[in-house]
Structures are given as C-alpha cells and as structure tokens.
C-alpha cells in the first residue's frame, strides 16, 4: 500500500464515524410535539398530530393524476394506497421519526414527519 491508499482509508473510516455518531445523536432527541405535513404541489394540504399512538385514521388525497391513501397509526404515517405506476411511495413503507419523508413524485406528493424540539431544560451544569 502506499501513503496516499492509507490516508484514504483513514479519511473515509474517520468519516463514517462521525456520521455515525452525528447520526445516533440525532436520532434519540426528544420531540415535544410530533406531526406530518402533507403537501400536494409544494401546498400544505393537512398537518396530522402523531402524539397519539392509538390513534388510526385513513387520509384519502385525490389529485388530478389519481388518488393515494394514507394511513396514520402508531404515531406515524405510511401510503397503503397508490394509482401511481412504480408505486415507490408504498414501497417506502411506515415512518414515524421526524426528518423521514415519503414522496409520490407522479402524483406530487410529500409526506414529511416533522418535531417541535422539548423546550425543557434537561440539565444544568455549574
């Protein structure tokens, strides 16, 4: 091996650890108050509360190119229902963490799961 492969290696191990610390840090903040935003054309269409996990409802969206329907259950969203043809969007499956989206580029649609931040102090260091 020479110096080059070596500090390529190393660069690219350093990296992947930090992505991956960056991304467990990331995903164990706690929301205060959780929801999905769906969009049509870039438009809010609906925001739909996720802070009740016992909560179950299907959201059918009609557009001009067909229809989809949403489920929300379990405190998260999945699409059980697509017109579109490669149907991606159900492929996507359920998602229940905020930064998660599922999109239905056919039919313009974005589901995104978003959080609003605890506004709690968690510690306090003298």
């Known amino acids: 091996m020479k110096k080059g492969d070596i500090f390529i290696i190393l660069f690219v191990a350093v990296l ?10 990331s995903a164990t903040q706690q929301y205060h108050h959780k929801y999905a935003v769906i969009m049509i054309d870039g438009k809010v269409y609906k925001k739909v509360s996720l802070d009740d996990v ?6 059918p969206i009609v557009t001009k190119q067909g229809k989809n329907i949403l489920l929300v259950k379990n405190g998260g969203v999945q699409v059980i229902y ?21 999109v239905c580029l056919p ?3 974005v589901v995104e799961i978003r959080g609003d931040k ?3 102090v968690d510690e306090v260091t003298y």
């Open 54 to 59: 016992n909560h179950k409802e299907e959201i």
């Open 107 to 109: 039919f313009r649609i």
């Open 16 to 25: 992947s650890v930090g992505l991956l610390v960056f991304y467990r840090i």
């Open 82 to 102: 697509a017109e579109c043809p490669d149907k991606i969007c159900m492929k996507e499956g359920f998602i229940d963490k905020p930064g998660q989206s599922i």
């Open 118 to 120: 605890s506004v709690e």
